[in-house]
């Protein structure tokens, strides 16, 4: 279990991070929301240790994890990015072998030595996002999509409690997003990883995420499953958005309970 407890952030005396309080369960995915500058992005920071909060702490299954326990070598977070990350000139294998290298010596490291058992575990990773073919492939052989699973694999075989995403579909096209977020949701809930997953498109948040949280001026404003959120809440969390598209994605029960749907709602199928 991932407790994020009284997070606060400031850069500069600027207010990022306000007071985070967050309880993730194994094998739960969950969607932030935001508006760019919420301090999507520094939450995941603060929780994967590459950032020291001002205060408030994470504990992931009872123990602290924090800027020392990440420098110790401690991997029980996993990140993938916008940008997919991989080592260009490396080989897709290699690259998953990443998610490996705290466990071995840095002369292991260095020669790209692996043992056999890391070597099975990243082919097992590989073959979960169905690119085992790819293992001998040059990382900038492969399309975006494939690139973005290919970080997933390299997740796994980190053999995380939690997956941290930050933007993960950010530069894909549609299809292909909601291929790379059926991966990691699958993987969330076969091997009880818990997710927590920076996104700004709420179409796919309202698809994918079983929980989603909004975060705006670095509070938490909304924190339920997607049924529940209603076009208001959007636009509590994403202030002076014009986009008549948001009313399509949302259930109509909750459309239903806000009358500021309506002349949203018209608009888009008009
Ligand atoms: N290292 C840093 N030094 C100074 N300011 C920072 C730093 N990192 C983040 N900030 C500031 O904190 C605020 C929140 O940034 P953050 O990257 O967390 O936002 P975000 O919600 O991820 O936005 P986006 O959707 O654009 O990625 C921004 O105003 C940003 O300029
Ligand atoms: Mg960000």
């Given at each position: 279990?991932?407790?994020?407890?009284?997070?606060?952030?400031?850069?500069?005396?600027?207010?990022?991070?306000?007071?985070?309080?967050?309880?993730?369960?194994?094998?739960?995915?969950?969607?932030?929301?935001?508006p760019?500058?919420?301090?999507?992005s520094?939450?995941?920071?603060?929780?994967?240790?590459?950032?020291?909060?001002?205060?408030?702490?994470?504990?992931?299954?009872?123990?602290?994890f924090?800027?020392?326990?990440?420098?110790?070598?401690?991997?029980?977070?996993?990140?993938?990015?916008?940008?997919?990350?991989?080592?260009?000139?490396?080989?897709?294998?290699?690259?998953?072998?990443?998610g490996?290298?705290?466990?071995?010596?840095?002369?292991?490291?260095?020669?790209?030595?692996?043992?056999?058992?890391?070597?099975?575990?990243?082919?097992?990773?590989?073959?979960?996002?169905?690119?085992?073919?790819?293992?001998?492939?040059?990382?900038?052989?492969?399309s975006?999509?494939?690139?973005?699973r290919?970080?997933?694999?390299?997740?796994?075989?980190q053999?995380?409690?939690?997956?941290?995403?930050?933007e993960?579909?950010?530069?894909?096209?549609?299809?292909?997003?909601?291929?790379?977020?059926?991966?990691?949701?699958?993987?969330?809930?076969?091997?009880?990883?818990?997710?927590?997953c920076?996104?700004?498109?709420?179409?796919?948040?309202?698809?994918f995420?079983?929980?989603?949280?909004?975060?705006?001026?670095?509070?938490?404003?909304f924190?339920d499953?997607?049924?529940?959120?209603?076009?208001?809440?959007?636009?509590?969390?994403?202030?002076?958005?014009?986009?008549?598209?948001?009313?399509?994605?949302?259930?109509?029960?909750?459309?239903?309970?806000?009358?500021?749907?309506?002349?949203?709602?018209?608009?888009?199928t008009?």
């Amino acid at each position: 279990m991932i407790k994020i407890e009284g997070l606060k952030k400031s850069y500069a005396g600027r207010p990022v991070l306000q007071g985070i309080d967050l309880t993730v369960e194994p094998g739960e995915f969950l969607v932030v929301l935001g508006p760019s500058g919420a301090g999507k992005s520094t939450l995941l920071r603060c929780i994967n240790g590459l950032v020291q909060p001002d205060a408030g702490r994470t504990l992931i299954d009872g123990k602290v994890f924090d800027t020392k326990s990440k420098a110790r070598g401690e991997q029980p977070v996993a990140m993938i990015f916008q940008h997919h990350n991989l080592v260009k000139r490396l080989s897709v294998l290699k690259n998953v072998l990443v998610g490996r290298m705290a466990g071995l010596s840095s002369i292991l490291t260095m020669l790209q030595l692996f043992p056999k058992r890391d070597v099975e575990i990243a082919m097992e990773a590989l073959a979960r996002v169905e690119l085992p073919h790819k293992a001998n492939s040059r990382g900038d052989q492969l399309s975006g999509g494939e690139q973005q699973r290919v970080g997933i694999a390299r997740a796994l075989a980190q053999q995380p409690a939690v997956i941290l995403c930050d933007e993960p579909v950010a530069s894909l096209d549609p299809k292909t997003s909601r291929i790379v977020l059926g991966y990691l949701k699958a993987i969330c809930k076969e091997k009880g990883i818990a997710v927590i997953c920076n996104l700004h498109q709420v179409d796919y948040a309202v698809e994918f995420g079983e929980r989603i949280v909004g975060l705006s001026g670095g509070k938490v404003v909304f924190d339920d499953t997607p049924d529940h959120l209603t076009a208001e809440i959007v636009h509590q969390i994403y202030p002076g958005l014009e986009d008549p598209g948001i009313g399509r994605v949302l259930k109509p029960r909750a459309a239903a309970r806000q009358p500021i749907l309506a002349p949203l709602v018209a608009t888009a199928t008009a």
